[in-house]
């Protein structure tokens, strides 16, 4: 006779992990956009690697930034996603982009 040994599932709703893809992919991004804004503000020199007038780091960063803000969004509204982190990939960038749209609108 064999014992079973089951997993516990992860919980699932608000203090659970991401269950959609979406919800993880979101994360993943978010999780690499804070480790590249700390590479930003720690590593002298990174932020300025560039090809001819293009900032690749700064292109990267914000292509990682969106990619969790476009990927939150889509599992929070059509994958009923409920995690938190999922809530906090998605709030954080769209704080992010909204300071910035009211820096570029007036001037601050």
Known sequence: ?????????AP????GLPSTRTGRVSTLSFLLALVLIVLLAAVPGFKTISIGSL????MITFLVVATALVAGAIALI???ERSWIVWLSTALPALLVGFELIEVLFGG
């Not at 900032?55 to 700064?58: E, G, M, S």
Request: proline share 5%; hydrophobic share 35%; charged share 15%.
């Open 1 to 9: 006779m064999t014992t079973h040994q089951g997993t516990i599932p």
């Open 78 to 80: 059509r994958d009923k």
């Open 55 to 58: 900032n690749v780091v700064a």
């Open 12 to 15: 699932h709703g608000f203090f």
